[in-house]
């Protein structure tokens, strides 16, 4: 079993930036994909970056050049550093790992960019 904890969400003008974290915990696991996903009230989530146990990454089209994904793997941590937030960027973030096959998500954490 594998716990994640996310945090770094909070509330930012637009033009701002926020840095968030994903730590996960657990006895004896391998993680390979890393990602994090994102949910605007009364939409779909959706992809917002991801990366391979290589440090292979992809971004949607919407964060493509404003956000960066990146891991730690001795630390078992991913981030997502987000710059010139845009209030559309306004959701809840989550991150996702698949874990020797299994998927695991966090709790989510609130993203708010004013105008």
């Known amino acids: 079993q594998v716990q994640l904890v996310e945090s770094g969400g909070g509330f930012v003008q637009a033009g701002g930036s926020l840095r968030l974290s994903c730590a996960a915990s657990g006895s004896r696991f391998s993680i390979n994909g890393m990602a994090w996903y994102r949910q605007a009230t009364g939409l779909q989530r959706e992809l917002v970056a991801s990366i391979t146990s290589g440090g292979t990454t992809n971004y949607g089209d919407s964060v493509k050049g404003r956000f960066t994904i990146s891991r730690d793997n001795a630390k078992n941590t991913m981030y997502l550093q987000m710059n010139s937030l845009k209030p559309e960027d306004t959701a809840v973030y989550y991150c996702r790992i698949v ?3 299994y ?4 709790q989510g954490t609130q993203v708010t960019v004013s105008s």
């Open 99 to 101: 874990a020797d096959g």
């Open 103 to 106: 998927q695991y998500w966090g």
